[in-house]
């Protein structure tokens, strides 16, 4: 007898879990048993839920290394796609095997030969493996994207704080809430947005506390991060908001030297990202006030400047709108514009912006006191931000949107009980109706809740007793907290200020600095 190998694949988990590999084995033992073929427990190589597409597959690289040290002559595999779907991929193993004088046998489909004829039909059975899978992973892109659309689904990828659970004969598939791990980012979420602890800072009392991170090590910025970034923490998961850019390849990194070998991500259009409602682990503005404070430090990190300038991050050229720098030569600090020379953007006109901070520095800081020698401007700019976010036209809105779905839900019961429709398909168009119904209860709910009034007088006392502190650090506070940007011109200065509010997440940082 002569001694042979086998080679089995399948491609998902739900392939192996229905025993297709066990089908392959028994065909290739069945055809080795007919043809006097002997194939040992070794030289059975086998790839469960590995896909045909690449070559890295550690059974398919055992038996090539076997086959490069001669063990058998002959190779068994029930059809060229199992081998490889890709026609590339499937050429190179071919041509490997042919190399070393081993004979690769496909038992579904009739004998090639090394004539032209035998090679032809064997690529062309190549070309149709390559167009079934591309067939096969569209159809299951697109129907990922319509089940998500529609409420019916969740991706499999949940971040930290979530467990995945398939979905059943019952329920769709869903992200189960850990108590642990959700009661963790909660904890982070507030240490950072009341007790103002930096990302390292609370990088290192997790590690003190001997906490594990989400892969299990030690917590890293960078994690801390993620987490207060992550909008499925406020109950708002997103999908399809990135894409690979190809174009990448090959240009200079950022960064360091050499260039690009593989695509980096880019944001796709905002109409084309997919929101699905998740179980939320913090409110909406503990939420909010972490993004703002992550704004404000990587907008303020003091990495970005070797010294301190008071107006850091505020002053903004007029011509291209980008930050301008500061810098201090022989004693004199001066703010400027580096695009305006070799550097300036495409399309804007070469400039000069700069200015010199023992000048703006004292007028900025006069008009913050004449601002707040006014408070009844103030008082008006904040009710005037407060009926934006009450329009009436708005709350209207939405109750006809949610009296249009209540009147759907109805009719899809109406349909139920007239047997127009299944059980199941009641529950596929039912389940998006009530997840839409149930966010826009919460938006109707947020409009009829009393609305907090701003403690204008301690607002202002605190603020009156910082713009009388020497401190340099509490000065800066202040401008930050009252000012958005400077637009620097050669006509003027345009100072574009921050309404105070009391759910305004930099209002603590007038607090902080008492």
């Known amino acids: 007898m002569r001694t042979a190998a086998l080679y089995a694949r399948v491609s998902t988990r739900r392939q192996e879990q229905e025993a297709t590999i066990e089908s392959q084995l028994d065909q290739l033992h069945r055809y080795a048993g007919e043809h006097e073929l002997d194939i040992s427990e070794g030289h059975q190589y086998i790839d469960q839920a590995i896909s045909g597409k690449r070559l890295a597959r550690p059974g398919l690289d055992r038996l090539r290394d076997a086959v490069m040290v001669g063990e058998f002559g002959i190779v068994l595999c029930s059809s060229p796609d199992r081998l490889a779907r890709n026609l590339g991929a499937q050429q190179v193993i071919l041509d ?208 970005n400047s070797r010294a301190p300038y008071l107006l850091r991050g505020l002053l903004v050229c007029g011509v291209c709108s980008y930050t301008l720098q500061a810098r201090t030569q022989k004693g004199i600090v001066t703010y400027y514009c580096k695009h305006g020379g070799s550097h300036c953007p495409e399309g804007v006109p070469v400039h000069t912006c700069s200015v010199r901070a023992d000048v703006i520095d004292p007028l900025i800081w006069q008009s913050m006191a004449n601002l707040l020698d006014n408070p009844q401007q103030i008082q008006e700019a904040w009710q ?35 047997s127009l429709i299944s059980l199941d398909e009641l529950r596929q168009r039912q389940n998006p109706l009530d997840n839409q119904m149930q966010s826009i209860r919460a938006n109707l709910t947020s409009f009829s809740q009393p609305k907090p009034q701003l403690a204008l007088s301690e607002f202002m006392e605190a603020t009156q007793r910082a713009l009388s502190s020497c401190d340099f650090k509490t000065r800066q506070e202040v401008i930050r907290l009252l000012i958005e940007r400077i637009v620097v011109t050669d006509e003027a200065l345009t100072v574009e200020h921050v309404i105070p509010t009391l759910n305004h997440s930099r209002l603590p940082l007038v607090d902080h600095a008492k």
């Open 96 to 303: 490997e095997m042919e190399r070393y004088g081993v004979e690769v046998m496909f038992l579904n489909q009739p004998k090639s030969s090394d004539e032209p004829q035998g090679k032809l039909l064997l690529g062309i059975q190549g070309v149709f493996a390559e167009y079934e899978r591309t067939v096969i992973n569209e159809r299951m892109r697109r129907g990922r994207l319509y089940r998500l659309r529609q409420g019916q689904s969740v991706t499999n990828l949940a971040p930290y704080g979530y467990r995945y659970q398939a979905s059943d004969h019952q329920h769709n598939n869903a992200w189960i809430p850990v108590p642990e791990e959700a009661a963790l980012v909660r904890q982070i979420f507030v240490d950072y947005t009341t007790e103002h602890l930096s990302l390292g800072q609370l990088m290192e009392r997790l590690n003190a506390q001997h906490i594990p991170s989400p892969r299990g090590g030690r917590w890293a910025q960078s994690t801390v991060g993620r987490i207060l970034r992550q909008p499925a923490y406020k109950g708002t998961a997103c999908y399809n908001h990135h894409q690979l850019d190809e174009s990448t390849v090959g240009k200079p990194r950022r960064q360091g030297p050499g260039y690009l070998h593989f695509p980096r991500y880019k944001p796709r259009p905002v109409e084309d990202w997919i929101w699905f409602q998740v179980p939320p682990f913090v409110d909406e503005s503990l939420w909010q006030a972490a993004q703002e404070r992550l704004a404000m430090q990587s907008r303020y990190a003091p990495r």
């Open 384 to 418: 005037s931000l407060q009926s934006e976010h009450t329009s009436q036209g708005e709350y209207q809105r939405l109750q006809q949107r949610l009296t249009g779905l209540d009147k759907q839900r109805k009719r899809l019961l109406d349909a139920y009980q007239a």
